[in-house]
T-cell receptor, first 113, second 114 residues
Framework: AQSVSQHNHHVILSEAASLELGCNYSYGGTVNLFWYVQYPGQHLQLLLKYFSGDPLVKGIKGFEAEFIKSKFSFNLRKPSVQWSDTAEYFCAVHSGGYQKVTFGTGTKLQVIP | EAGVVQSPRYKIIEKKQPVAFWCNPISGHNTLYWYLQNLGQGPELLIRYENEEAVDDSQLPKDRFSAERLKGVDSTLKIQPAELGDSAVYLC????????????FGPGTRLTVL
């Protein structure tokens, strides 16, 4: 069965620090990859997605993610975080003929002013 | 444009009682998802609808859970009878097309089973 791993459960950074959140998946076939974010008190919403083409994708608020097929990874990055980036971040993978979706366990990011 | 609407937002029940959750997706969205989210975990898919057809219900515990999406719009998820372990947040999401496509999530229903 498909699995998605987010090894960083809780990350604390100071403002202006660089961010990288890991996401690894287990499916060996074609995948479609998403990062969703949940700000405090808000709904889950899309941050960015990758279907095909350039493996480096850019999303909202300066976030980007790189798909590395050989490493089964889709890590999220931001060069300089802001206090407003405090949120929980979820990686999601669609795979297989039915495009079954699997979410990671999430990473809580706390940015300290 | 209105987002995904879910009700109730909170529900507290005694174990063995039935409970139902309602979801109204974004207008025109044909795909509807129900998820269960336990504390500290990511959403886990329970069922996915394409219009009124349940195309993936492999993760739905069918002995106590049921769902329907009449007329391919609103959907209801029911648990009967509820167990202590069902305490979680139940999320509904919709997308305009079949996956993979961006999902738009509702606020969720937080269920507490006592």
């Amino acid at each position: 069965a498909q699995s998605v791993s987010q090894h960083n459960h809780h990350v604390i950074l100071s403002e202006a620090a660089s961010l990288e959140l890991g996401c690894n998946y287990s499916y060996g076939g074609t995948v479609n990859l998403f990062w969703y974010v949940q700000y405090p008190g808000q709904h889950l919403q899309l941050l960015l997605k990758y279907f095909s083409g350039d493996p480096l994708v850019k999303g909202i608020k300066g976030f980007e993610a790189e798909f590395i097929k050989s490493k089964f990874s889709f890590n999220l990055r931001k060069p300089s975080v802001q206090w407003s980036d405090t949120a929980e971040y979820f990686c999601a993978v669609h795979s297989g003929g039915y495009q079954k979706v699997t979410f990671g366990t999430g990473t809580k990011l706390q940015v300290i002013p | 444009e209105a987002g995904v609407v879910q009700s109730p937002r909170y529900k507290i029940i005694e174990k063995k009682q039935p409970v139902a959750f309602w979801c109204n997706p974004i207008s025109g969205h044909n795909t509807l998802y129900w998820y269960l989210q336990n504390l500290g975990q990511g959403p886990e898919l329970l069922i996915r609808y394409e219009n009124e057809e349940a195309v993936d219900d492999s993760q739905l515990p069918k002995d106590r859970f049921s769902a329907e999406r009449l007329k391919g719009v609103d959907s209801t998820l029911k648990i009967q009878p509820a167990e202590l372990g069902d305490s979680a947040v139940y999320l509904c999401a919709s997308s305009s097309r079949a996956p993979p496509d961006t999902q738009y999530f509702g606020p969720g229903t937080r269920l507490t089973v006592l």
